[in-house]
């Protein structure tokens, strides 16, 4: 899993120059996407595809939460049923565990998974702000995030998100 860095930056030129400065760095120039409204001179930028503007991870992120939380409760139910129908007590551990990994599992996503989704940035897109998503493994995030900050104190980091090559979001 690598991560995805959020900038906003306030015209394309400036987008160019961080664009050539990451490039310049080593960072693949097809791990750049820029987001903007339509109508903006993007020629030489790379133009975020349509799955990453629609925000698949957000939509994967969803699905995953609920289907823990449905999880959780329909375990909550059978522990419920089996405790009523008084069954050996030994039963009750299975969905008291499926209870726990589900639990576990929620706790996990949310304080280790970091996610940023592309509506937090829909008004400063529309006022003209260009955004530049930026997919870098794990070890490269704080050098990434200062070389932008160091070379382009105009870029405002928007958060680190999740991102996964094989599902292309």
Do not use: C
Not at 30 to 42: I, S
Not at 91 to 113: C, D, E, Q, Y
Not at 130 to 135: A, G, Q
């Amino acid at each position: 899993m690598k991560r995805r860095l959020y900038f906003l930056l306030p015209d394309p030129a400036h987008a160019r120059a961080v664009v050539a400065d990451l490039t310049a760095s080593g960072i693949r120039y097809n791990a750049m996407h820029v987001v903007a409204k339509p109508g903006l001179e993007l020629d030489d930028l790379p133009i975020a595809s349509s799955s990453q503007l629609s925000d698949t991870g957000g939509r994967l992120e969803t699905v995953l939460w609920d289907g823990n939380l449905v999880l959780f409760f329909i375990a909550l139910l059978a522990l419920a049923g089996l405790f009523l129908l008084q069954v050996n007590r030994i039963w009750l551990l299975i969905p008291g565990a499926v209870m726990l990994a589900s639990f576990a599992a929620g706790l996990v996503f949310t304080a280790r998974i970091p996610n940023v989704h592309l509506s937090e940035f829909t008004d400063a897109i529309h006022h003209g702000e260009l955004l530049l998503m930026v997919d870098v493994p794990v070890r490269h995030v704080s050098y990434v995030e200062s070389l932008v900050h160091r070379h382009h104190p105009e870029a405002v980091a928007g958060g680190v998100g999740w991102h996964l090559d094989i599902l292309h979001v």
